[in-house]
């Protein structure tokens, strides 16, 4: 079994943007031209239909309208010699969307993330320990554990993990160690 997921988003309980979408914005952005965009989206999509240059517009347009603000920009000739381009928005809408996908890529495929939510964690990886130190500022905090070899590890994790595993010095809790990270669990 492998983990799948759909994104999309949505604006006032109506969707924006979801994989089709994103990739007809990618290839605006690569190839100045919505007619060579459709082409190429229509021939690197499987299993999904072709798409017509009015159903791209239409829906170029419907994105647009729901958020407000075009998301592309269209020439017609002139000193571009005609084309269309991404606006700011479009940009950006396609920008957050490929951080969202990729951190969604990442978080799903991510066997460690999968041990530090409970679902299986391996015993060399997992060392038992009391917080005997605790800093926290606005974005990170500084967890220090005592372990029983006796030994100390400190690891370096978000303030909102700390908040959410409601860590307070005292705490008996579990040092997680990855390649390249220290994560903290709690039972």
């Known amino acids: 079994m492998a983990p799948k997921f759909r994104l999309w988003f949505e604006h006032n309980g109506k969707p924006i943007l979801g994989k089709g979408g994103a990739l007809l914005l990618e290839k605006i952005a690569r190839y100045g031209s919505i007619q060579e965009a459709i082409?190429?989206?229509?021939?690197?999509?499987?299993?999904?239909?072709?798409?017509?240059?009015?159903?791209?517009?239409?829906?170029?347009?419907?994105?647009?309208?729901?958020?407000?603000?075009?998301?592309?920009?269209?020439?017609?000739?002139?000193l571009k010699k005609g084309g269309t381009e991404l606006s700011e928005v479009g940009k950006e809408l396609l920008r957050y969307y490929n951080r969202i996908e990729t951190y969604m890529k990442d978080a799903v495929m991510d066997e460690d993330l999968w041990?530090?939510?409970?679902?299986?964690?391996?015993?060399?990886?997992?060392?038992?320990?009391?917080?005997?130190?605790?800093?926290?500022?606005?974005?990170?905090?500084?967890?220090?554990?005592?372990?029983?070899?006796?030994?100390?590890?400190?690891?370096?994790?978000?303030?909102?993990?700390?908040?959410?595993?409601?860590?307070?010095?005292?705490?008996?809790?579990f040092a997680v160690i990855k390649s390249t990270e220290v994560m903290i669990a709690t039972d």
């Open 39 to 78: 082409k190429k989206v229509s021939s690197e999509s499987r299993g999904t239909k072709k798409i017509s240059y009015r159903y791209g517009w239409g829906l170029l347009k419907k994105i647009g309208e729901r958020l407000g603000h075009p998301v592309v920009i269209k020439h017609r000739g002139g």
């Open 115 to 173: 041990e530090a939510l409970g679902l299986k964690i391996s015993a060399r990886n997992k060392i038992e320990g009391e917080v005997v130190d605790l800093q926290k500022d606005k974005v990170i905090a500084k967890v220090k554990i005592e372990v029983t070899l006796p030994a100390t590890i400190t690891a370096v994790i978000t303030r909102e993990a700390v908040d959410e595993l409601n860590v307070k010095v005292g705490d008996k809790v």
